[in-house]
């Protein structure tokens, strides 16, 4: 009904036939007859503004140009003003004949008619076109203008053109209307010029919308002559798990290869989320006709199998929805870090670390970061070539303290609808199996919480004190007989040995069999052991075993010096007697 009222509107726009044309009932041509079958120059008809050329065999004084006056007729000699509106070439050429006839001018006069110039073609367009309305298509020379030709004019077609019905409709005198259906596709797919038919004054075409998105019909309508000027910007609105929603423009480019697709939309939107849901995007279009299509798309296919048809091309006026995903994969997540549509790695993001890391708090993370020393935090490498990532930011808040739970970190993040989710990260995995998608990118707004263990196995502390995710360097504090004592900066996983040494060495009053270690566990305990030194051996949990972050090693006396400062304690006040004693005899001495 709504095509239909389309047409007659448009029809009353273009046409000088009337209310009783349209009375007549219209018939349906075939479209499988070719255009040239169809409309060959003989079935032209004449209109106000057509230039000819009337030959009239053997009479040259009867011959000559003309052109058809506004009201349709033709002014000749001798026979003045005689009609030919609506008349093929053909039929001109007979109702002339017989005029002279009438006239008893000429009898049974030999007479051609041949098209010049033809008038300027005036039609109108509705449906899937860009700029609908009545359009008067200019004339190239002589020939007549095609259906591409007003297509082009009102625009291009639009994303949502169905080229395989198209429709023109054209009133006939005395005949009715006649609807052509009309296969463009065909001229896309075959390059068959047939199908684009000429068009005439007063027709009225339709370009159907399609009732489903076909991607790869969306790419050749793309790259057809008609369609919509590429080298004009579009707007359109991203929404969901993007950067930047909103509405974007996609500008055009003289001569660009690049079209307006769903990854350029949401590239120009800041990229993608790590929480959006790649297999369930949708494209919501408005029609010419005011119904509103939605389009699904898996843009995993796109990033797995390089399909293609799922980067629709999009149309000024759409609307793009990432949603967000309802179940959290990592591996999609990680997919995400090589794609033209992933945010930008420089752009920094604010975010906060808390829990079990040596300097948390609220953090701007770019793509690069190294750690310093325990709690200190690290700085950039100046690289920027690494997106944001849990260990970049863990690196900044100074690295994991060596009570920290890495299998049982957590991302607390926002989605586009304000909602909170939680994201279980476990870099345990990272290290143990280098599944490099627990290393998840961060986005802005992320809180990273990394819980105390209650439990940690010494190869396991190993293993990540050696992470890239811990400190450069641990503090050690070596009291006692040693010639440093204090706290040593010891790389991690440094054994009890080098760091004796790193605190300068026994002194020559230490016991230099055993020192006594002192740590905290992750059970909020303190344990204290003694380790029975050996030098000579390697790395050994039970004589030289690695030693953790806040470690607290005492170095005793040796058990001659123990001895020695007994003595010095019980002789001590003896001799102060002594000395007391002998202080008169010393005073007499000095009477002598």
């Known amino acids: 009904m709504t095509s239909s009222l389309t047409f007659l509107i448009l029809t009353i726009l273009t046409c000088a036939q009337g209310a009783d044309a349209q009375k007549v009932p219209a018939t349906i041509v075939s479209p499988s007859i070719t255009a040239n079958a169809i409309y060959s120059e003989s079935d032209y008809l004449l209109g106000a503004g057509d230039r000819i050329r009337i030959e009239v065999f053997k009479l040259p004084q009867y011959s000559g140009e003309f052109e058809v006056s506004i009201n349709g007729s033709l002014n000749l000699p001798q026979i003045g003003s005689i009609s030919v509106r609506g008349m093929t070439l053909a039929g001109a050429a007979k109702a002339i004949a017989a005029r002279y006839s009438q006239a008893q001018i000429l009898r049974d006069a030999q007479i051609t008619i041949n098209l010049l110039v033809p008038r300027p073609v005036s039609i109108g367009i509705a449906g899937e076109i860009n700029r609908p309305g009545s359009y008067t298509v200019p004339l190239q020379g002589s020939r007549l203008p095609k259906l591409s030709d007003a297509v082009k004019l009102a625009g291009g077609i639009t994303q949502a053109a169905d080229l395989r019905n198209v429709q023109i409709r054209r009133f006939q005198n005395g005949k009715g209307q006649q609807v052509i259906a009309v296969d463009l596709w065909q001229l896309l797919e075959t390059g068959d010029s047939a199908n684009d038919l000429t068009i005439r004054d007063g027709d009225t075409i339709y370009i159907p919308t399609s009732e489903r998105i076909d991607p790869i019909a969306s790419a050749g309508l793309a790259d057809a002559s008609f369609a919509s000027d590429r080298t004009q910007p579009i707007k359109v609105a991203v929404l969901g ?117 040596f300097r948390p708090g609220p953090y701007t993370v770019t793509g690069s970061a190294r750690t310093g020393e325990a709690g200190r935090p690290g700085g950039s490498d100046g690289g920027g070539s690494v997106p944001p ?23 607390r993040r926002r989605t586009s609808d304000g909602l909170e989710r939680t994201l279980g990260i476990d870099l345990w995995k990272l290290l143990r199996e280098g599944d490099s998608s627990q290393d998840t990118i961060l986005q802005d707004g992320d809180t ?145």
Do not use: C, M, W
């Not at 990532?389 to 991302?411: D, F, M, S, W, Y």
């Open 241 to 357: 798990e993007v950067r930047k929603p909103g509405t974007h423009a996609l500008s055009g480019e003289e001569k660009s290869s690049i079209l307006p697709t769903v990854t350029a939309a949401i590239e120009a939107a800041g990229g993608i989320e790590p929480l959006a849901d790649l297999e369930k995007i949708q494209i919501r279009r408005l029609t010419k006709l005011g119904s509103q299509q939605t389009i699904e798309i898996d843009l995993k296919q796109l990033l797995l199998a390089g399909d293609l048809r799922q980067d629709l091309i999009l149309q000024n006026g759409d609307t793009v929805i990432v949603p967000t995903a309802s179940d959290v994969n990592l591996a999609d997540i990680s997919l995400l870090r090589s794609t033209s549509f992933a945010p930008a790695e420089s752009e920094p993001l604010n975010i906060t670390i808390i829990g079990e890391v």
């Open 389 to 411: 990532t849990v260990t970049r930011a863990i690196q900044i808040a100074g690295g994991i303290k060596p009570l920290a739970n890495v299998r049982q970190i957590e991302i």
């Open 448 to 592: 990273i919480f990394v819980p105390i263990a209650t439990a940690l196995a010494p190869e396991e502390a190993a293993d990540i004190a050696a992470a890239s995710f811990s400190p450069d360097t641990i503090g050690v504090n070596i009291v006692g007989e040693v010639r440093s004592p204090g706290v040593v900066e010891i790389p991690p996983n440094t054994p009890l040995n080098q760091a004796l040494f790193a605190a300068g060495g026994f002194t020559n009053e230490a016991s230099t069999g055993s020192v006594e270690l002192i740590r905290l566990n992750p059970n909020g305990t303190v344990s204290r052991r003694e380790i029975e030194i050996d030098f000579a051996g390697g790395l050994n949990e039970e004589t030289n075993p690695v030693l953790y972050n806040n470690d607290v090693i005492l170095v005793g006396r040796s058990t001659l010096s123990k001895l020695s400062d007994t003595l010095d304690t019980v002789l001590n006040p003896v001799g102060k007697f002594l000395t007391i004693f002998s202080t008169p005899f010393n005073l007499f001495r000095l009477f002598e």
